[in-house]
């Protein structure tokens, strides 16, 4: 019989598991509540010994174990490769900020959106991971760091609106008050742009924060560098983005990486500008990551400058991405490449 992820369970499911055991239900939420401490099986100590017993026979309990760990000598932003108990291997980042902890996590081990320049899609998807399994990174990444984390981005290798049950489940269960008790506003999910999911999204979590990557002023240059624009055409994208934010009433982000002489014109801006004036967005600036191979290079400085001042005037909100850990820096993907 193949084990359950101890991380995997909501708190109504951990109170079934319990009784199924012949326990009492708030034994399960006991549990519940222990693992989003830290806590492993056998340290639970007002948790009846023969239900720890049988849960370690019939669960998989192992948070993922670091296997590579950067830190940044400049910030302390570390990043880290984390190996679940299957021996898949993906990244996680913590980062510090003004407004507090923050860690981005993985949705997949791999992807198969196949966007040009990015590391993570190289191989392909190998799996998805599950709920659980995105939870165990934030646990595993605050063991490790011995701080609290207070935000949350899905943006580190995999597409989460390509395993949406999964990245449901994990928003759940972070949010859990039993558990964790991460608020919604203090996540936020990155797709490159799966339209039914983006509407369904705005239905299940209108708390949760929506970035989209656009990385174009237009389908021409978008096709080019994401295969997702050829089943999507950039005017359902803008469709579903403007109901996205009618329906929650929140701004979407949209990331916009600089890729010298494919999007980082002038006339890009301006063509952008023309596009979101008016709309209740924001537009993040990433100078590109040069990941080895793809041939792009990272946009100049004054392109990213001429280009955010295009949009500014116009009206348009717009910051240009802070690189932290710039000396550990490696395009997100690069370390499980290697
Ligand atoms: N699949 C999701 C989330 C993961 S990627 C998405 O596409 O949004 C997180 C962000 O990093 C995305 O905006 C992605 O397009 C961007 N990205 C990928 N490779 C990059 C690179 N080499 N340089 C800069 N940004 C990159």
């Known amino acids: 019989m193949e084990q359950r992820y101890v991380f995997d369970l909501l708190p109504a499911e951990w109170k079934e598991a319990a009784e199924a055991y012949g326990e009492k239900g708030f034994r399960g939420k006991q549990i519940f509540g222990w693992l989003a401490k830290g806590a492993e099986l056998p340290e639970m100590s007002n948790v009846p010994k023969r239900l720890r017993e049988v ?23 570390k990043k880290c490769l984390l190996e679940f108990p ?49 939870l165990a990174e934030v646990l595993a990444m605050c063991k490790l760091t011995k701080e609290e984390i207070n935000h949350v981005v899905i943006m580190g290798i995999g597409e989460p609106f390509d395993n ?36 369904q999204f705005a239905e299940d979590f209108p708390q949760v924060n929506l970035a989209v990557s656009l990385h174009a002023p ?64 924001h537009v993040n600036l990433i100078p590109l990551n040069e990941v080895e191979g793809t041939g792009y290079a990272k946009a100049k400085e004054d392109r990213i400058r001429s280009f955010s001042r295009i949009l500014e005037h116009a009206g348009v909100a717009v910051t240009v991405r802070r690189t932290l850990g710039s000396d550990i820096d490696a395009a997100c993907g690069q370390l499980r490449l290697r």
């Not at 898949?88 to 980062?95: D, L």
């Not at 997949?108 to 399994?133: I, N």
């Not at 269960?173 to 936020?188: C, F, K, Q, V």
């Open 218 to 281: 237009n389908d021409e240059i978008r096709r080019r560098t994401m295969p997702i624009a050829r089943k999507y055409p950039y005017e359902q994208l803008m469709d579903t983005c403007r109901a996205y934010t009618e329906k929650t009433g929140r701004r979407i982000t949209f990331e916009y990486a600089m890729i010298a002489g494919v999007n980082d014109g002038d006339e890009h801006a301006r063509e952008l500008a023309e596009l979101l004036g008016g709309w209740l967005t």
């Open 164 to 199: 949406y049950e999964s990245l449901s489940r994990f928003l759940q269960l972070i949010h859990a008050p039993e558990g964790y008790n991460l608020s919604l506003r203090n996540i936020t999910v990155s797709t490159c742009g799966l339209l039914p999911e983006i509407a």
């Open 86 to 134: 299957d021996g898949s291997r993906v990244e996680s980042v913590f980062m510090k900020y003004h407004y507090g902890n923050s860690i981005c996590i993985s949705s997949q081990v791999g992807c198969r959106m196949g966007c040009t320049f990015c590391a993570s899609t190289r191989k392909g998807l190998v799996r998805s991971l599950s709920g659980g399994e995105m």
């Open 55 to 77: 849960l370690m026979e019939d669960y998989e309990w192992h948070l993922p174990e670091v296997v590579i760990e950067q830190t940044s000598e400049t910030d302390g932003t």
